[in-house]
């Protein structure tokens, strides 16, 4: 037996992306987002309400990164995600974050995160919420990357959103290997 629960926004597991901008005096601002991912090879799509300070602020810079929050992290990416810049202006640095600019896009990197994918805003829909972003660049932490540039998550440790029990997890043990296992069954 399945158990029917209707229209939910519901997927396993759901990212939590922090959106770092700048506003028009280059004060950084976060917040936490689960609805969105890579959309094409250089683009990721988000679903942001138009109210929050992160889209005034992108829209004006035609910028934003998007970090992967992490576990060492969780208090500071639930905050950013409860509390808005429109009426918390130092809230980045309550946060405990640090900002560093891009060189690649008018936003800032936030420190404390080991990757951010940096894009420059492609379009977005007010009404829907549709934020595309065109990925420029990737940057990782080489305190999180093996010797041979690849990501170590036992180093990194990002986290999902479980939106069903509202809460964050680590990621757990590989259990395959992609574009591979699954040759067995051709
Ligand atoms: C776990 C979690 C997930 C969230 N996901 C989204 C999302 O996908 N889209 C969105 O518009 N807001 C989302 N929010 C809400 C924003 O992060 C929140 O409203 C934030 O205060 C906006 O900050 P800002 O006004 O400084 O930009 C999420 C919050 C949390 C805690």
Redesign the pocket.
């Known amino acids: 037996m399945r158990k029917n629960f209707g229209v939910k926004p519901w997927t396993y597991p759901q990212p939590?992306f922090i959106i770092a901008t700048y506003d028009e005096n280059g004060k950084p601002?976060?917040?936490?987002?689960?609805?969105?991912g890579i959309s094409d090879n250089n683009q990721i799509t988000?679903?942001?309400?138009a109210?929050?300070?992160?889209?005034k602020n992108l829209l004006k810079t035609g910028a934003f990164t998007v970090s992967m929050a992490d576990a060492a992290h969780v208090v500071a990416c639930?905050y950013?995600?409860?509390?808005?810049?429109?009426n918390t202006p130092d809230?980045f640095e309550k946060a405990g974050f640090s900002a560093s600019k891009s060189e690649f896009v008018n936003a800032p990197i936030i420190e404390e995160l080991p990757m951010a994918v940096e894009c420059k805003v492609i379009n977005y829909d007010a009404t829907t919420?549709r934020l595309d972003g065109e990925i420029v660049n990737v940057s990782i932490d080489e305190s999180v990357l093996t010797e041979d540039g690849k990501t170590d998550l036992s180093k990194f440790e990002p986290i999902v959103?479980d939106p069903i029990n509202a809460t964050y997890v680590k990621l757990g043990e590989k259990v395959g290997n992609a574009f591979k296992d699954g040759n067995i069954l051709r």
Do not use: I, R
């Not at 601002?29 to 969105?36: F, I, K, R, S, T």
């Not at 988000?46 to 309400?49: G, N």
């Not at 109210?51 to 889209?55: A, D, I, L, N």
């Open positions: 939590v601002d976060a917040m936490n987002a689960a609805w969105g988000m679903d942001l309400s109210s929050h300070k992160t889209v639930d950013v995600g409860l509390v808005s810049g429109n809230k919420g959103f």
